[in-house]
């Protein structure tokens, strides 16, 4: 006697028939949800538009006045995502005058935002379309923003310039960016056997260790001073 086995059913929902007018605002949303299902069930290149459009029960003349194209949907869909990525690191920063819960918050926005997209952040993040320039120069403005709002927080809190400042910044938010993705690709690993939670408090302790002694303006000026003393030294005759 023999089994059939099925395979799990990778299409999208079917769509629930053509919808009525909605304002732009909330037609583009739908749109970019309807996009972002097909993008994540089909991938980005195998998607067609007329499923898209289908998913979000319109026609595909309605689809093509909001989106000319399915690089402007993938385009729509990142700004979206680096909107929402702003927003979780803004609201870190801000909830708290505790320096040490905001690396905690810094850190976890990263594992948060991660998390909640799953399939879509590695489409829009981890794709092969990160070669396309501006796909490209959107991701390097989203980091830059995120580096010049942690700057901002640590030269006022530790007494580092502006120079220092966007460095710490910018490592930061590298090792909770790396750490986060690295988690994400192993989370139902049981080998891994590492929740969010304990993810996010050992990255956040290796962070607070080093952040939090970190040299104010004397240590600088002192470190400066040396690499010039040292700079300016002759050596002797030989």
Do not use: C
């Given at each position: 006697?023999?089994?059939?086995?099925?395979?799990?059913?990778?299409?999208?929902?079917?769509?629930?028939?053509?919808?009525?007018?909605?304002?732009?605002?909330?037609?583009?949303?739908?749109?970019?949800?309807?996009?972002?299902?097909i993008?994540?069930?089909?991938?980005?290149?195998?998607?067609?538009?007329d499923?898209?459009?289908?998913?979000?029960?319109?026609?595909?003349?309605?689809?093509?006045?909001?989106?000319?194209?399915?690089?402007?949907?993938?385009?729509?869909?990142?700004?979206?995502?680096?909107?929402?990525?702003?927003?979780?690191?803004?609201?870190?920063?801000?909830?708290?005058?505790?320096?040490k819960?905001?690396?905690?918050?810094?850190?976890?926005?990263?594992?948060?935002?991660?998390?909640?997209?799953?399939?879509?952040?590695?489409?829009?993040?981890?794709?092969?379309?990160?070669?396309?320039?501006?796909?490209?120069?959107?991701?390097?403005?989203?980091?830059?923003?995120?580096?010049?709002?942690?700057?901002?927080?640590?030269?006022?809190?530790?007494?580092?310039?502006?120079?220092?400042?966007?460095?710490?910044?910018?490592?930061?938010?590298?090792?909770?960016?790396?750490?986060?993705?690295?988690?994400?690709?192993?989370?139902?690993d049981?080998?891994s056997?590492?929740?969010?939670?304990?993810?996010?408090?050992?990255?956040?302790?290796?962070?607070?260790?080093?952040?939090?002694?970190?040299?104010?303006?004397?240590?600088?000026?002192?470190?400066?001073?040396?690499?010039?003393?040292?700079?300016?030294?002759?050596?002797?005759?030989?």
């Amino acid at each position: 006697m023999t089994t059939t086995h099925t395979q799990p059913d990778s299409r999208p929902d079917p769509p629930t028939g053509r919808q009525g007018r909605l304002p732009r605002s909330a037609r583009r949303q739908q749109l970019l949800q309807a996009a972002r299902d097909i993008f994540v069930a089909r991938g980005y290149h195998a998607a067609v538009m007329d499923e898209i459009a289908d998913r979000a029960g319109v026609s595909k003349p309605v689809l093509y006045q909001h989106f000319p194209s399915k690089r402007e949907l993938y385009l729509g869909l990142l700004d979206e995502q680096v909107m929402h990525l702003g927003e979780r690191m803004v609201t870190a920063l801000q909830d708290t005058n505790d320096n040490k819960d905001r690396v905690h918050g810094a850190i976890a926005a990263y594992f948060e935002f991660v998390d909640a997209e799953g399939e879509a952040f590695r489409l829009l993040w981890e794709s092969d379309l990160r070669n396309d320039p501006e796909v490209h120069k959107k991701v390097e403005r989203a980091f830059a923003e995120i580096v010049s709002a942690l700057a901002d927080t640590i030269n006022a809190e530790s007494g580092a310039g502006p120079a220092q400042s966007h460095l710490l910044s910018a490592g930061l938010s590298g090792l909770a960016e790396i750490s986060a993705r690295w988690w994400l690709e192993r989370r139902n690993d049981r080998a891994s056997d590492l929740s969010k939670d304990e993810a996010v408090a050992l990255i956040s302790a290796l962070a607070w260790r080093g952040i939090s002694g970190f040299p104010v303006h004397s240590d600088l000026r002192a470190g400066a001073a040396g690499e010039s003393s040292a700079d300016s030294t002759v050596d002797p005759p030989g």
